[in-house]
């Protein structure tokens, strides 16, 4: 078994995890990684993906969109721009919102508007991605 440590996710809206846990793989900007205990220290930003928490022999999984994330040979933690239980997002909505995102991007008129909307729909698509797995 491995040897536990404090890991927190905390999005502005609130703070999704806050306890002790054996790994965490995190989708760092430059790949994944997987956080144990006694990690070498680091700080780096996060792309969208999907965070696994794993403790007890259980894994729970949150979608992120981006952020940063803090390793110190004591713990962990993940500052997300945004982050959602897995099990919590409604399929239905997701792909409504990537149908609408979609029709935006047609419509757009302005390179700025074009790439905000596809940076939106890249973001809902990850999570389609996550729900499928």
Do not use: W
């Not at 700080?43 to 403790?55: A, E, H, K, L, Y």
């Not at 993940?78 to 979609?102: K, S, W, Y």
Request: aromatic content about 6%.
């Amino acid at each position: 078994m491995a040897q536990p440590f404090k890991f927190e996710l905390v999005s502005p809206e609130r703070l999704l995890v806050s306890e002790e846990i054996e790994s965490a793989i995190i989708p760092g900007t430059d790949g994944e990684f997987t956080v144990l205990a006694q990690h070498t220290p680091l700080m780096t930003s996060i792309r969208p993906g999907v965070v696994t928490v794993n403790s007890g022999g259980a894994s729970q999984r949150y979608v992120i969109f981006g952020g940063f994330c803090d390793v110190t040979p004591d713990g962990c933690t993940v500052l997300a721009e945004a982050a959602t239980r897995v099990d919590e997002i409604d399929r239905d909505d997701v792909a409504r919102r990537i149908q609408e995102a979609r029709e935006d991007l047609a419509d757009a008129h302005d390179d700025d508007s074009r790439q905000r909307t596809q940076e939106y729909l890249d973001q809902l698509t990850t999570l389609q991605a996550a729900l499928a797995a």
